[in-house]
């Protein structure tokens, strides 16, 4: 009777817990503790987090856009897990969307004048480059 319960399954190993998780990788990163700030547990605790991704959050409104790239990562850890700390999140991911908009319209900006220039601009383009400042206003000494 033993050589039968013996063949029935030859290579199983009696020390391995078959009903536990076969990825257990996936555990650790499942139970490790996640942190609203890319500093982790050095960084700020989720009281002062929201206070600073609101005032960053508000302050890229003032003309300083590039604060909505800082809260974005800054917070990096808050965009990544969706369904932490969900006061934090609101003013990120505004953040983000902030930022997209404004890079957006800068790279249009820059793209209409450097590809498009006097051809597309015509008459209007001396008025509009800065680079002839100093001949409109007879600092150049050239004129």
């Known amino acids: 009777m033993e050589e039968a319960s013996r063949s029935d399954e030859p290579n199983r190993n009696p020390n391995i817990d078959r009903s536990s998780n076969p990825n257990p990788l996936s555990s650790i990163i499942s139970s490790a503790h996640v942190w609203p700030t890319i500093d982790g547990p050095l960084g700020l605790t989720e009281e002062a987090s929201v206070d600073y991704a609101r005032r960053f959050y508000k302050f890229g409104f003032a003309l300083l856009p590039w604060l909505w790239a800082v809260n974005c990562f800054y917070f990096w850890p808050v965009l990544r897990h969706s369904r932490a700390f969900p006061q934090i999140r609101n003013h990120v991911v505004r953040?983000?969307?902030?930022?997209?908009?404004?890079?957006?319209?800068?790279?249009?900006?820059?793209?209409?004048?450097?590809?498009?220039?006097?051809?597309?601009?015509?008459?209007?383009?001396?008025?509009?480059?800065?680079?002839?400042?100093?001949?409109?206003?007879?600092?150049?000494?050239?004129?």
């Open 95 to 143: 953040s983000a969307i902030g930022f997209s908009v404004f890079t957006a319209l800068l790279s249009a900006w820059a793209l209409t004048f450097s590809i498009g220039g006097e051809e597309l601009f015509g008459p209007v383009w001396d008025k509009l480059v800065m680079y002839n400042v100093a001949d409109r206003l007879g600092l150049s000494g050239l004129a």
